[in-house]
């Protein structure tokens, strides 16, 4: 099916205390794919995108292996060297569902002229706030809308990235047809999620929700879950064709996480635009 698998100073919260966590009913709220109960849920999560101990924790940790996979694929694809300290250098990314920008920074970092959509209007406020600190991260250019109205608008970008994203969406297959509508031909789709099985309820739910509380109760639900092989359908008929998929593996012991070749519980896939 794919053909090759991927081997093996917080932000301080008084800077937005004087932001309201407001979602106003503009365009974007008639979107097919958008989840108004999700949109809600990471509102009231928004403070708390640049702290390193607060819920988005478990992301700020993800976030190395996260780009391990992004800067590998995305390299080969490109013809990129991935060991330039800007190798992303002329691309155009977009991130959608970029919440506060954590992983936005980073690819500017890298060269990439990013673009970060978001929903909640209080995310993107808080994610331009923190790229105003850094000069290279202050060019991303960030925007409360959605995928479908940025098909609207008929832009493009060499690379769609949504990351733990579909999960959290109405309707996934919508989605994913707005991802590929916003990416060029022979261009890059990547997206991870969470796979729909037992031991993803266990350690993504039971675990990291109710016994280590790394995160708030009722942050997923087992059901929005997608399996890999339902990931890889959805994307065909979206015309992008998978490539490379990878697992995420945490270290309890190091606190890190890892890629691995094991796609039960976390994983991250790699498609291109076809056509």
């Given at each position: 099916m794919f053909s090759r698998m991927f081997a093996r100073t917080s932000f301080k919260h008084a800077v937005v205390e004087g932001f309201q966590p407001l979602i106003h009913h503009r365009r974007y709220a008639t979107a097919a794919s958008l989840n108004q109960t999700e949109v809600a849920k990471f509102a009231a999560m928004a403070d708390s995108w640049?702290?390193?101990?607060?819920p988005f924790?478990?992301?700020?940790?993800?976030?190395?292996?996260?780009?391990?996979?992004?800067?590998?694929?995305?390299?080969?694809?490109?013809?990129?060297?991935?060991f330039s300290a800007r190798p992303f250098e002329g691309l155009k990314f977009v991130d959608v569902g970029c919440g506060g920008g954590i992983l936005s920074e980073p690819l500017a970092r890298m060269g990439a002229s990013v673009t970060g959509i978001d929903v909640v209007e209080k995310n993107i406020t808080?994610?331009?706030?923190?790229?105003?600190?850094?000069?290279?991260?202050?060019?991303?250019?960030?925007?409360?809308?959605?995928?479908?109205?940025?098909?609207?608008?008929?832009?493009?970008?060499?690379?769609?990235?949504?990351?733990?994203?579909?999960?959290?969406?109405?309707?996934?297959?919508?989605?994913?047809?707005?991802?590929?509508?916003?990416?060029?031909?022979?261009?890059a789709t990547v997206i991870s999620t969470v796979n729909r099985s037992?031991?993803?309820?266990?350690?993504?739910?039971?675990?990291?929700?109710?016994?280590?509380?790394?995160?708030p109760?009722?942050?997923?639900?087992?059901?929005?879950?997608?399996?890999?092989?339902?990931?890889?359908?959805t994307l065909q008929r979206a015309s992008i064709s998978v490539e490379e998929m990878?697992?995420?593996?945490?270290?309890?012991?190091?606190?890190?996480?890892?890629?691995?070749?094991?796609?039960?519980?976390?994983?991250?896939?790699?498609?291109?635009?076809?056509?």
């Open positions: 640049w702290d390193m101990e607060g924790k478990p992301l700020h940790a993800m976030n190395p292996a996260r780009l391990t996979f992004i800067r590998s694929t995305l390299c080969r694809h490109f013809g990129k060297d991935p808080i994610a331009r706030l923190h790229a105003d600190l850094d000069p290279v991260a202050s060019s991303i250019e960030y925007r409360c809308t959605t995928a479908e109205n940025l098909v609207e608008e008929q832009i493009k970008f060499d690379a769609v990235i949504a990351l733990e994203v579909i999960e959290h969406v109405s309707a996934p297959a919508e989605f994913c047809k707005s991802l590929s509508a916003l990416t060029v031909s022979n261009g037992m031991r993803a309820y266990a350690s993504t739910i039971v675990a990291a929700e109710y016994i280590l509380q790394w995160l109760k009722g942050t997923h639900q087992w059901s929005s879950f997608i399996t890999p092989e339902e990931l890889v359908l990878a697992g995420f593996d945490f270290d309890p012991l190091t606190g890190q996480w890892s890629i691995t070749d094991d796609i039960g519980v976390q994983y991250i896939a790699f498609g291109i635009r076809n056509g």
